[in-house]
């Protein structure tokens, strides 16, 4: 993948940030090959209307490759931009670039001499690729007037910085230093970004002992979706209505824990989406009551891994990438092939942090490092090496191949979750932008609760945190926070939380259900703040 590029080399750097920007895909001009197979497929299989680029269509010219390629497969990319860098593949015929967007224009340099500018005049209209298209500055031609050399070189250079401005940004209006490029007298207003709004979720493995209290929860409305870290929903739906059934299932988003294949991938047909692996960047091992127990486990304790972090291979930045690939590329490999929207391994810790750290580290062991902040910033550097296929069959590497990346935040107060997303955001902003080549992504908040079993103070811990002037219900502030999605269990043991410890025997409570099936005060909260962003 080509990075971006962002800007022209005439832009002043004052401006550079008042001009709005358009995501494009363009043709590599260093692979031929790759430029004329993709360009096959784009207008065959890919489905793109390419008679403008026909002989006799109106894009015919300038005759390239080159420039039908830049057509095709923006086309294409501007159809299924949601696949990110993905749609903008082609074999490895095409990237993406940042192109300005602001109706500007390339002329002759007032210190420009004639014999320069005739040479340049000369250059492009002599051009195979431009020659018809300089029919307007010849004689009879509309833009014959006014008659003069700069006038017509003027036209001819913005003709040929038209065609190639995103794809040759800093050479298509140079003209050995005879050119530039001239904005609009003034940019047009930055509108602030609004996200679209709020969806929410629930999390929690409760429903297979009370698959009321989903139903419960669906029927109380904006409910989006709903997960379990599994890749199955486990429901007794023997009481649900066929409507209930199908709201509950189709609402299930799978996921997959650890590193294992699932022994049946069918679960992909069931759903649009995939989940990676759950919270690696922190050890969190299985119990299993020996009275000689692995590290981080007491004498005769029994519990669940609560982390797929428990292991080496995932707690490793590095070793996760391979993990990953494997993993991606079985699942896409599965037919029949649809569409799904992949989601990142889940991070419980901040992504500021020194992943490398990690890297070789096992955690099992005594001095080991037991978190890892910024893991998922060392995952990227690996994954951006290796090759994956997407679900759209296009080959891709293996970190823009995520639509999402995934996030947990358990905190005391609000602002500590917030102030999360904003490390995120700062952290993977070329991410969430879409920027320096990068697929764009989305944030989904996928576990969230407040540490207390106090209803009033959760009840103000949602309010704030759902907030549409100083949280995430703010679709300006945090317009790529897509989804979120609150963690509900009846009890859980506390655990040192935002520099407090806990008492004694402390237990918390997220419940948004009752235990017979009935929505709890705080789920009614939660759902009116959810129906209110």
């Known amino acids: 993948m080509k990075p971006a590029a962002l800007l022209f080399a005439a832009l002043a750097p004052a401006a550079q940030g008042a001009w709005p920007t358009k995501q494009v895909c363009v043709a590599d001009r260093s692979h031929p090959d790759a430029v004329g197979g993709g360009l096959s497929w784009a207008c065959g299989e890919g489905g793109v209307d390419c008679t403008p680029i026909n002989d006799g269509g109106a894009l015919y010219y300038p005759n390239s490759i080159y420039a039908h390629g830049d057509y095709a497969f923006d086309t294409y990319y501007q159809a299924h931009s949601s696949g990110g860098a993905a749609s903008c593949a082609f074999g490895g015929g095409a990237y993406l670039v940042n192109c300005i967007d602001a ?4 002329r002759a340099q007032a210190g420009a001499g004639d014999d320069a500018l005739a040479k340049n005049l000369a250059s492009i209209c002599s051009d195979d690729a431009f020659a018809a298209r300089c029919d307007p500055i010849r004689p009879g031609g509309a833009h014959f007037f006014p008659n003069a050399t700069r006038d017509h070189a003027s036209w001819a250079m913005n003709l040929f910085y038209q065609t190639y401005r995103c794809a ?8 050995g230093g005879t050119g530039e490029v001239v904005y609009p007298t003034t940019p047009p207003p930055t509108p602030a970004p609004t996200g679209a709004p ?3 979720g629930v999390a929690s493995a409760e429903f297979h002992a009370c698959p009321t209290c989903l139903t419960a929860l669906m029927k109380a409305g904006a409910l989006d979706f709903w997960w379990n870290w599994g890749t199955a929903p486990k429901l007794d739906a023997s009481s649900f209505t066929p409507a209930e059934a199908a709201a509950a299932n189709g609402s299930f988003v799978p996921m997959l824990w650890d590193a294992t294949k699932p022994a049946d991938l069918s679960f992909l047909e069931r759903s649009g989406y995939v989940m990676g692996f759950n919270e690696p960047d922190m050890y969190g091992p299985a119990c299993d009551g020996s009275a000689q127990p692995a590290y981080g486990c007491s004498p005769g304790e029994y519990r669940a891994a609560t ?4 292991s080496k291979a995932l707690f490793d930045p590095q070793s996760a990438a391979g ?9 896409t490999a599965y037919t029949p092939r649809t569409p799904h929207t992949v989601i990142s391994p889940s991070m419980a810790m901040w992504a500021t942090g020194d992943g490398s750290k990690c890297v070789g580290a096992d955690p099992r062991k005594k001095d080991a490092p037991k978190i890892c902040p910024g893991w998922l910033a060392e995952f990227k550097k690996s994954a951006l090496k290796l090759d994956c296929i997407g679900f759209d069959g296009r080959a891709t590497n293996c970190w823009d191949v995520l639509d999402v990346i995934q996030v947990h935040a358990y905190a005391h107060y609000p602002q500590a979750v917030t102030a999360k997303m904003d490390d995120y955001y700062n952290v993977f902003k070329e991410d969430f932008d879409g920027t320096n080549g990068r697929s764009r992504k989305t944030l989904w908040l996928t576990e969230v609760a407040m540490g207390s079993n106090n209803v009033t103070a959760i009840t103000d811990f949602m309010g704030q945190l759902m907030s549409s002037t100083d949280g995430l219900g ?16 009846w009890a859980w043991d506390a655990f040192p939380l935002d520099g407090i410890t806990p008492r004694p025997n402390e237990v918390w409570s997220s419940g948004l259900y009752q235990p017979l099936g009935s929505v709890s005060p705080l789920g009614e909260a939660f759902l009116k703040l959810c129906r209110g962003s």
């Not at 703010?474 to 269990?489: L, M, Q």
């Open 103 to 106: 109706g500007e224009t390339c």
């Open 168 to 175: 040759q940004p800093d050479t298509a209006c140079d003209w």
């Open 198 to 200: 709020l969806k929410c």
């Open 307 to 310: 982390s797929s972090g428990q």
């Open 323 to 331: 993990e990953w690939k494997a993993l991606v590329n079985a699942l």
């Open 474 to 489: 703010n679709r300006a502030k945090y317009p790529y926070v897509e989804k979120v999605s609150w963690f509900s269990n």
